[in-house]
């Protein structure tokens, strides 16, 4: 019996072992990829981020923009920012794309045949770290992405320290820009929908990037000479040529995703009053683009006040501007639009006409509006630019007003971007919703999710105290206004 007891226990022994000696070996799918090479990550960083901002902004941002606003299940547009319904959670999708342009990041030091790829990833760095701070204000950053060495609840860092500290955005840009201009190696960039693997392009979307972050922090910190450096240069977006843009497909899977909603969710989302009046009082021919007239008078545009209360509210859509054909019948004709020689145009006018850098501020303006329209496949009528409330400073109007409008407009579906100007600039002016869930406050920055309450606790309880417990009323730094 004790011979039969050893002889099974070593056979036990023996299986244990043979088990775990080949297990990695043994249990590895052999069709399964076990890593992704920097081509491969860079076009889905650049595309998920895109496709999914592009849909963002549709849904969510140009609702706290005021340039759409919804009827119905639309907490969101009553300033309720923590129950999200269509979008409104842009967290997770800048930190996945954060995470997986680290990786490309890391492979580039790694390997000397990935070298090229470590400017143009420091810049979509840069650039997706611009995005999360204007939204949120202080954030996880340096110590952020450091899951695989142990440390899965980072600090939250200043914003103050994310856009001018060693390593954060400008920082960043700036190596890029160096990296790119000394690269000799013979590895072609792959995988970049942007600009075709062209790396002088990629150095005049940085040096924009940073005309962008200096403008955005420009009220904190003193920037015209960093401006006229760049603007002497003459290394920034000039033409549409130079645009960081990729086409979305008529069909899926590239497709605008809101082209393929169901026809009652597309339709949720109408002008608001604030666009409807800003249009009607520019004359601008825009609005055949963005909207539909009305079916009840179909020579009307007409819009909602934002933030509608729907169980208060009787409304019908034929008394109101849907959104229009480019989002949906011809949606192969959109864009996502990470930056644009047209808002690169305006944020030099503005800077020009603060004197912060030696140019003319009216040239940059009426540039950047005459760009804005071709973007938007709209013929810019003849007399826009001289006659009118759109031409430059017509019966004394306030040049920042008209720069910042015109950018908000063009704006539409670039994420947040009309919402975070109007932090910024207080402009165009926003209405005062329908029916508030945030005491009739516009909201100024998005709340952390909850997430980072179950998974991050000690660290979000700080950044929690320090914006009046998570509040969306707490201002982020740059905004001084």
Not at 33 to 41: A, G, I, M, R, S
Not at 118 to 131: D, Q, R, S
Not at 268 to 288: A, C, G, Q, V
Not at 472 to 481: G, I, L, P, R
Request: charged share 20%.
């Amino acid at each position: 019996m004790k011979i039969f007891n050893y002889i099974f226990l070593s056979s036990v022994l023996f299986l244990l072992i043979s088990c775990t000696e080949d297990f990695q070996e043994i249990n590895t799918n052999p069709n399964a990829p076990v890593d992704v090479q920097p081509n491969l990550l860079l076009r889905k960083v650049i595309f998920d981020y895109g496709e999914q901002m592009s849909y963002e902004g549709f849904v969510a941002g140009n609702l706290l923009g005021q340039l759409f606003t919804a009827i119905d299940f639309n907490l969101f547009d009553r300033h309720s920012l923590t129950e999200p319904q269509f979008g409104g959670n842009p967290w997770d999708i800048l930190y996945i794309n954060l995470r997986d342009n680290e990786i490309i990041l890391e492979k580039s030091r790694e390997n000397i045949a990935f070298a090229v790829y470590e400017g143009p990833a420091l810049i979509m760095k840069a650039y997706l770290t611009a995005a999360l701070t204007d939204l949120y204000g202080d954030v996880p950053y340096l110590e952020a992405l450091k899951g695989k060495d142990g440390n899965v609840t980072p600090s939250y860092d200043t914003q103050e320290a994310i856009y001018s500290a060693e390593n954060g955005i400008l920082d960043n840009l700036n190596q890029a820009i160096e990296l790119l201009q000394s690269y000799n190696g013979i590895s072609t960039l792959e995988g970049d929908i942007l600009f075709n693997g062209n790396l002088d392009a990629w150095i005049t979307f940085a040096n924009s990037l940073k005309i962008k972050a200096l403008m955005r922090i420009s009220e904190r910190v003193d920037v015209s000479s960093e401006l006229q450096i760049i603007y002497e240069s003459g290394c920034f977006m000039h033409s549409s040529a130079d645009d960081a843009i990729f086409n979305f497909t008529t069909s899926a899977p590239n497709n605008f995703r809101m082209s393929t909603a169901r026809v009652g969710d597309f339709n949720l989302f109408i002008m608001s009053k604030t666009m409807e009046e800003i249009l009607e009082n520019l004359d601008d021919p825009r609005r055949t683009v963005f909207f539909r007239p009305t079916s009840n008078e179909p020579s009307s545009f007409k819009g909602l006040l934002n933030g509608p209360d729907a169980s208060q509210l009787s409304i019908s859509l034929s008394d109101f501007s849907l959104s229009g054909k480019i989002f949906r019948e011809s949606a192969g004709n959109l864009k996502a639009n990470f930056l644009t020689s047209w808002e690169v145009h305006f944020l030099l006018a503005e800077a020009a006409e603060k004197d912060w850098i030696n140019a003319s501020a009216q040239e940059l303006y009426e540039t950047g509006v005459q760009q804005a329209f071709a973007y938007w496949n709209t013929t810019i009528p003849d007399d826009y630019l001289t006659q009118g409330p759109a031409a430059y400073q017509a019966n004394n109007a306030n040049p920042i007003q008209q720069i910042i409008t015109q950018k908000w407009l063009a704006n539409i579906t670039n994420g947040y971007e009309g919402w975070i100007e109007y932090r910024r600039t207080g402009y165009p002016a926003l209405k005062t919703i329908s029916a508030s869930l945030n005491n009739d406050l516009i909201p100024v920055r998005m709340p952390y999710p909850t997430t980072e309450d179950a998974l991050n606790n000690t660290h979000y309880a700080e950044a929690a105290q320090a914006t009046n417990g998570n509040s969306v009323n707490a201002k982020v730094w740059w905004d001084v206004d």
